[in-house]
């Protein structure tokens, strides 16, 4: 069993493969992280957004296409994914309180810290154990559906944390389309706050907030956490 690390594309199934695209991203997630490391805490948000942006539907994909196969096809499958899933959800539970802290609050380098340890944890964990596991027992076929598959659910999927929200099908699959529509117009506030003409910044604040509120109330309808494991539930 070799780390997706120490494999090229062609050995990963090629560019369509979901091993590939994960290794991708990964990639693109450190240099992200070695970005943020180099960036002062007050011009940190840009970056901060790339990141969520690459890593919430990168993870959203993962846990309603891949997992629910892994747990399908391996005996220790349901305990691989779960450990990932726990990382994920700590994910979610560290940017929503990094939300909440202003740059020159002294409790938000520890809560950024733990974000890049945990981000980069995940990283290693799938790519030295989960996904060599599955690469021992799909084909290159399989690999590269799962990979069109992946895809798709990713370019659709939330672009912001979500810690109430099941890490498992039905309650993320439930959850997707109507959070994907709330982060991304935020997202798109957000931008226009920091980017756009003078006159329209004052009006998006309260906008982006109010999508933000918005977002909140959404996923604590109950259907939103059907399938949660009680260790990734936030109750
Ligand atoms: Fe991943
Ligand atoms: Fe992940």
Redesign the pocket.
């Known amino acids: 069993m070799r780390s997706l690390a120490e494999q090229d594309v062609t050995g990963l199934g090629g560019r369509v493969s979901v091993l590939a695209r994960q290794k991708a991203d990964h990639v693109r997630l450190d240099a992200l992280l070695h970005e943020l490391g180099a960036t002062p805490a007050a011009e940190q948000d840009d970056v901060l957004r790339r990141i969520y942006r690459l890593?919430f539907p990168?993870?959203f994909a993962?846990e309603s296409v891949l997992w629910p196969a892994l747990r399908r096809l391996l005996a220790d499958g349901p305990a691989l994914t779960l450990q990932?899933e726990q990382?994920?959800q700590r994910v979610n539970e560290l940017v929503t309180a990094l939300e909440g802290l202003a740059p020159d609050d002294p409790r938000r380098q520890p809560v950024l810290e733990e974000l890049v340890a945990v981000l980069r944890e995940?990283?290693r964990?799938?790519e030295d154990q989960l996904l060599p596991r599955l690469q021992e027992r799909a084909g290159t076929a399989q690999l590269r559906a799962w990979g069109v598959a992946w895809e798709v659910v990713r370019r659709v999927a939330p672009t912001r944390a979500h810690p109430v929200v099941a890490r498992r099908p039905p309650g993320n699959v439930v959850a997707a389309l109507p959070l994907s529509v709330l982060d991304r117009l935020r997202d798109l506030a957000d931008l226009a706050q920091q980017r756009g003409p003078g006159r329209v910044r004052p009006v998006l604040a309260p906008v982006s907030r109010g999508l933000t509120a918005l977002a909140h109330r959404v996923e604590h309808l109950p259907l939103m956490t059907r399938g949660e494991d009680p260790s990734t539930s936030r109750a």
Do not use: M, Y
């Open positions: 890593v990168h993870a993962e990932i990382e994920h995940d990283v964990d799938e």
